[in-house]
């Protein structure tokens, strides 16, 4: 464990907050005993003191004598639970303790304050959460946003992380400004009920039929993002173009890209990984998957072999 007095100083930039906290909790917590009815499974809940406030962490087996330990963060506006939507977890196959992270200033039960998203400091937040976790040493996947956050924290923790893996991830490319793309993305920010929440989905995050959840799962997505949409004042800064800052990953680096991503498009992901970051060390591109590449079976199938090998 480093000595917390080496840790950075993190100053909150930004305040997100839902429009009646006890309320709209209760919401989220009646959400998420419906998905633990729906996987027959209970997640376990820990709380983390940290410089942003207190981070919630759902997790699964870490009660276990389990060698290898995967610590997950999740994109924007989303919850690290969509990572279990059908059992999704299961397609590890591989035993693990796995911490599900509900990164500070999103819209979860983690309270909402975020740093300056161009500075380390929400790697060094990460980092007090693998303290806060007794976790001395862990592979991390993040995605999307979540992949800007694994990167933050290779960065000033690399002795703390066997592996990263970046699903989709937002830091490897500037937010696409195609037409299409801005279309499907502001339609439901704008307009927020079932029908546009579900347009964004099938037209950016799937792609149906090889990519998609059971009906019960998209229906509870679908529920989740107009809860988000519609309860929480989002003021966290969205991820951006790490650039040359990427040359400075150590960490041994495995891209899974969905060949349908609109908000992020595969291939200048790939060429900009490929260009700055001599520590990538395998892209896999999975054909006909949307930007929700962390609900694809076979990139969790990914991940998990991966894992086991080393």
Not at 180 to 205: C, G, H, M, Q, W
């Amino acid at each position: 464990m480093p000595d917390p007095t080496l840790l950075a100083d993190i100053k909150i930039k930004h305040t997100s907050l839902f429009k009646d906290k006890k309320r709209d909790f209760e919401y989220f917590e009646n959400w998420v005993s419906r998905l633990e009815e729906n996987n027959g499974r209970t997640y376990e809940r820990h709380t983390v003191s940290t410089s942003l406030g207190n981070t919630h962490v759902w997790g699964l087996n870490t009660q276990q004598d389990y060698p290898d330990t995967l610590v997950v963060f999740p994109g924007a506006r989303t919850t690290s639970l969509i990572w279990d939507f059908d059992r999704g977890l299961d397609n590890l196959n591989h035993p693990m303790k796995i911490y599900l992270v509900e990164t500070n200033g999103l819209p979860n039960m983690s309270e909402g304050n975020s740093p300056e998203i161009g500075s380390l400091e929400y790697g060094w937040w990460a980092t007090e959460v693998l303290d806060g976790l007794k976790i001395d040493k862990a592979d991390v996947a993040g995605a999307s946003f979540g992949g800007l956050i694994c990167v933050k924290l290779a960065l000033v923790s690399p002795k703390r992380i066997k592996a990263v893996f970046l699903l989709n991830p937002g830091c490897l490319q500037p937010f696409s400004l195609r037409l299409k793309n801005l279309y499907y993305n502001i339609l439901p920010i704008l307009r927020p009920s079932e029908r546009n929440v579900l347009t964004f989905l099938n037209k950016a995050v799937f792609s149906k039929p090889n990519h998609q959840l059971s009906p019960t799962a998209e229906k509870m997505l679908v529920d989740y993002e107009v809860f988000a949409l519609t309860r929480y004042k989002d003021n966290t800064q969205k991820p951006y173009y790490m650039d040359r800052e990427l040359a400075k990953v150590t960490v041994d680096t495995y891209l899974l890209e969905g060949d349908q991503d609109l908000l992020f498009p595969h291939q200048q992901s790939i060429d900009n990984a490929r260009k700055h970051m001599n520590s990538l060390k395998e892209v896999v591109v999975f054909p006909h998957v949307g930007h929700g590449i962390e609900t694809h079976d076979k990139a969790l199938n990914f991940i998990g072999k991966t894992i086991q090998k080393s």
